[in-house]
């Protein structure tokens, strides 16, 4: 009764954020000139449109080699074909949700352990490692772009300090909950267990078998920071491939819209985007426009660009999710009687 209840309220919260956020997204294209539309994406040859999936094609490329790497680490090895399938419908259950970032893993940790035989703390630490990569990187590299700006005037000195510090808090607490489970694994285990005792009602043989898949999960983790420390560097270079990729994705999309983009408006549109994409709206939808409009008007940048960029985007996300919800239904499609449950 109580998961039940508990459930519902994460449907009413989850329903709540996507009508206020497409309230948001309705208001904001309200302002824009809607008949531009049509104009802006005609411009485009088959030579942008081409160049612009071989970018996204490489981002998601990216992305997927750095989990297949970090994987190799932990002694699971899977092929970009499996895990680009489970990355893509994890990430459209995350579209989904509150917050374009995270809500797709537990699904992924269901099908880690049922579909590719990996043992639930292997598959723990496989995600784990892999989010804490991605997120720690993001957070890093806004933080520079938010300091950077500040150099510019393009940001108020006290906001722009406001967001650096919160950025910073959340990189310094990501760093020091790694430590701890690196370096302090039993005191932290000692500190959770009454949490745990008392959330679970264990039994001394569960608390045992608990006790033992924590061990085995931080042994895991230290054997692949001592042996494999080359694929986790080759990771975290992937993830800032990934977002010089993004960079270089908004300036093409930029100039297929007819501007020529400073460094200064790249990271002013590329700072303000990504923000916007943390708070808790399932998809940025209504906050990521909201931040291109502010941006464009900031630079002093036609308002029809903008309006142009949030349509290529939003088509690139609308194609990204449909993909995603294919893998998705790769999953869980029916399956005729007795056949048995595949691996691939």
Known sequence: MTQR??????????????????????????????????AQLGQLTWHNWLLWTLVNGTILYLAVKRWQLLGQALQAPLSLARLFRMRQAGSA????????????????????????????????????????????TNIAVLLAGVLMLLGTAMVPLDDGLQVSAILGGVLAALVLAAALVVRHPVWLANRFRPLVQRWRGGSDERDSN????????????????????????????????GWAALVLELWLLLRFLGLSPSPTDLLTIMVGMRLAMLLPV???????????????????????AALGLIALTRLRDAVVLLVGLGCLWSFHRPRLPGKAVSAE
Do not use: Y
Not at 100 to 126: C, T
């Open 5 to 38: 209840r508990g459930l519902s309220r994460w449907n009413l919260t989850t329903l709540v954020l996507w009508l206020l956020a497409l309230a948001l997204a309705g208001w904001t294209l309200r302002q824009l000139p809607l008949n531009s539309i049509t």
């Open 93 to 136: 259950v995350s579209f989904l949700t509150p917050g374009p970032h995270f809500g797709g893993e537990p699904l992924q940790l269901f099908w880690l352990k049922r579909f590719f035989g990996q043992p639930l703390h292997r598959a723990v630490v496989m995600l784990g490692l892999d989010r804490f990569v991605e997120t720690s």
């Open 210 to 241: 608990q006790e033992g898949g924590w061990q085995a999960l931080v042994r895991l983790m230290q054997n692949a920071l001592a042996l494999h420390r080359g694929r986790l560097w080759a990771a975290l270079l992937l993830s800032l491939l």
């Open 282 to 304: 399932p998809g940025g939808i209504g906050t990521i426009e909201a931040s291109m409009l502010w941006s464009f008007q900031l630079l002093g940048l036609p308002v029809s």
